[in-house]
Every structure is written in C-alpha cells, then in structure tokens.
C-alpha cells in the first residue's frame, strides 16, 4: 500500500481527485471565516469510514502562555478585545461548539480528550530570549508594540522577563497549555 501525504490550503485548494482516508489539523481550524462551509468540504473531503485529529487550544485561561503575553502588552498599549466565536486561536476554547460544527457537517463518533501540560517558549534558554519569541510570534502584539515603538517593546520584554523567571524548567521557559485533541469520523 502507498501511503501519500497533502498539505493543503483548505480555502484555495480544489477537491482531491480521491477522497483522503485520514484528516489531520494543528491549531488551524480556527481560522475559518465560514466555519460551517469548511468543515462540510473537509467532510466531502474525508472517505466513508475515513478518520481525522484535530488539535484546538482550550479556553484562554488555561493557556499562561497567551494570557501571560497578552496582559505584558496590555499593560503597556491598548489591545482590541477579541471577538467571541471570531476566527482566532481560542475561538473552540469551549470544544462543545466545535463538537457541533462537526457534527453538523456530518462527522460521528466524535471525541474530545484534552493535553494539558507545560509549554516551552520556542527554542529560548533565558526569559530573556522566550520574551522576545513570543513577541515576535504574536503578530497582533507585534503590530501594537510596533506602533508603540522600542522603548514599549522594551519595557515589556523585561516584564515579560522578569514574569518567567519562576517558569525556567529544563533550561526553558515553559508555561502551561490546555489543547483539546478532537478526533472522529466520516
């Protein structure tokens, strides 16, 4: 048997000329701006009996390494409040709401099991480093502190820094993560 894997942009790319046995996704299903059209072509896009993982953060709150980077920068600029149910990384913080989106689109024995656990700030050795990692990797905090300018960005590197010290474990800053790891058929 030939085993052959797609990566594909699920808003461009047309059908596969065969429908895929198994769908997987990391942090990207919440991005869609029409969720219920998205997922009824991932369906149409999965064989009968085909199966999928899906990967979704958990609520905000149980994610210290968003809240950590977002309250630093809050604290300094003032950031848009998010938009429940808006395309953004915790937007199935509650997995109920995607668990629905699913099954209406026509998937079943869906299950939801959650990861929780530490987190590291990429491949940063000092808090130092993990701050300027998480800035960077956050765009709309990067755009914000970028308007601010580099005396902002500073200050909240260092209190970002100075925050994550307390988190160094195995020589990386490491926070914790709730992922909820959504499985089912087609």
Excluded at 28 to 39: Q, S, T, V, Y
Excluded at 68 to 79: K, N, Q
Excluded at 85 to 112: I, N
Excluded at 152 to 157: H, I
Aim: aromatic share 10%.
């Amino acid at each position: 048997q030939h085993i052959r894997f797609a990566e594909v942009d699920l808003g461009r790319a047309p059908p596969p000329l065969e429908p895929y046995d198994r769908l997987t996704s990391r942090f990207g299903l919440m991005f869609f701006d029409d969720p219920p059209e998205a997922f009824a072509r991932l369906r149409r896009w999965l064989a009968p009996g085909g199966r999928f993982a899906f990967a979704v953060w958990g609520p905000v709150a149980d994610n210290a390494w968003a809240t950590s980077v977002r309250d630093a920068v809050g604290a300094r600029v003032t950031l848009p409040v998010p938009i429940p149910g808006a395309p953004g990384p915790f937007r199935y913080g509650d997995v109920d709401a995607l668990l629905a989106l699913l099954g209406d689109a026509g998937f079943f024995e869906l299950q939801a099991t959650d990861w929780r656990g530490p987190l590291p700030m990429g491949s940063a050795t000092t808090p130092r480093d993990a701050a300027r990692f998480a800035l960077r990797a956050f765009a709309a905090m990067a755009g914000a502190l970028a308007e601010a300018g580099d005396t902002v960005r500073g200050e909240v590197e260092r209190d970002l820094a100075d925050g994550w010290t307390t988190h160094l474990r195995d020589g990386r800053v490491q926070l914790a993560a709730r992922v909820h790891l959504v499985t089912g058929s087609g």
